[in-house]
T-cell receptor, first 118, second 116 residues
Framework: EAGVAQSPRYKIIEKRQSVAFWCNPI?????LYWYQQILGQGPKLLIQ????????DSQLPKDRFSAERLKGVDSTLKIQPAKLEDSAVYLC????????????????FGPGTRLTVL | AQKITQTQPGMFVQEKEAVTLDCTYD???????LFWYKQPSSGEMIFLIY??????QNATEGRYSLNFQKARKSANLVISASQLGDSAMYFC?????????????FGQGTTLQVKP
């Protein structure tokens, strides 16, 4: 079974430029997550989709970040304009069901996109 | 607020020996789930093991086991018979319980280096 796919793997841009990341979850997984991982820290959730609806975007800086999951399958995350502090690894994850505080539903992660903003 | 704490920034272990990576958590909810992930230098987060707060036994998965001490709010990962390929960053995570989204809250991670 294919895992979570992400592209590109690496991206270097100047500040104030825009950038987009793509994620294709594991087939059949209803829930998709985008995490931001700054160097030396654990990942932090940016946005969570259940099928093609947003479940949680409370940590997404909406003035510059946007995300969509058309048709409830793959997803794109965009940053416009980028700032120096956006330099991080952007991880996409998916899970079969999602939700539920005691759920054993496991999140499976892609390889991530390492973004460097100069 | 919920929190995961990993107090060991870096650990060394000799190949074939066992190692314990510490994780403590803070939550007032009696129901929660705990996860451990491995992140090699390639960047991908690899799921290792899960422990539910009501599970009667400590979780085990191959060479990985979880030393779950509920009263102490600790969920330490034990890796037996360490291998060179175990060198990586290890993250403890808890499923957030204040909402029903199922999102994970991660600790800051522990870097493990296995010496030959």
């Amino acid at each position: 079974e294919a895992g979570v796919a992400q592209s590109p793997r690496y991206k270097i841009i100047e500040k104030r430029q825009s950038v987009a990341f793509w994620c294709n979850p594991i087939s059949g997984h209803a829930t998709l997550y985008w995490y931001q991982q700054i160097l030396g820290q654990g990942p932090k959730l940016l946005i969570q989709f259940q099928n093609n609806g947003v479940v949680d975007d409370s940590q997404l800086p909406k003035d510059r970040f946007s995300a969509e999951r058309l048709k409830g399958v793959d997803s794109t995350l965009k940053i416009q304009p980028a700032k120096l502090e956006d330099s991080a690894v952007y991880l996409c994850a998916s899970s079969l069901v999602g939700g539920g505080k005691t759920s054993t539903d496991t999140q499976y992660f892609g390889p991530g996109t390492r973004l460097t903003v100069l | 607020a919920q929190k995961i704490t990993q107090t060991q920034p870096g650990m060394f272990v000799q190949e074939k020996e066992a190692v314990t990576l510490d994780c403590t958590y803070d939550t007032s909810d009696p129901s929660y789930g705990l996860f451990w992930y491995k992140q090699p230098s390639s960047g991908e987060m690899i799921f290792l093991i899960y422990q539910g707060s009501y599970d009667q036994q400590n979780a085990t998965e191959g060479r990985y086991s979880l030393n779950f001490q509920k009263a102490r709010k600790s969920a330490n990962l034990v890796i037996s018979a360490s291998q060179l390929g175990d060198s990586a960053m290890y993250f403890c995570a808890m499923r957030e319980t204040t909402s029903n989204t199922g999102k994970l809250i991660f600790g800051q991670g522990t870097t493990l280096q296995v010496k030959p």
